[in-house]
């Protein structure tokens, strides 16, 4: 992997970013919560281990942070690198033409 942060890298896998949106839903989850709820929701089928690695690389793009309470680790979603892509590009103050 690389030390590069890369939000574009880590949102391009359907996998990672149904990851986001059930983080988005419910922030703060275990890996088997986010594991039951792919499973549940999605009918994904990937193993913790696959989505432990998914996790790895959207918390290295800054996109997840872990918090440890006890035996827990809570992985909490950070919008904040999309955020400053929005800003950089789509925040110029024209609209589009049409």
């Known amino acids: 992997m690389s030390a590069e942060p890369d939000p574009f890298r880590a949102i391009a896998d359907p996998t990672r970013r149904l990851i986001l949106d059930e983080l988005t839903e419910s922030d703060g989850q275990t890996l088997f919560e986010i594991c039951s709820?792919?499973?549940?929701?999605?009918?994904?089928?990937?193993?913790?281990?696959?989505?432990?690695?998914h996790l790895a690389v959207l918390e290295q793009s800054g996109l997840v942070h872990t918090q440890r309470r006890g035996r827990y680790k809570l992985h909490h979603i950070d919008p904040g690198p999309l955020r400053a892509i929005v800003q950089r590009w789509l925040t110029t103050?024209?609209?589009?033409?049409p």
């Not at 709820?37 to 690695?53: E, K, N, Y």
């Not at 103050?93 to 033409?97: L, R």
Request: proline share 9%; glycine share 10%.
């Open 37 to 53: 709820r792919l499973t549940m929701r999605h009918g994904l089928t990937s193993s913790r281990q696959a989505v432990s690695q």
């Open 93 to 97: 103050g024209e609209e589009p033409p």
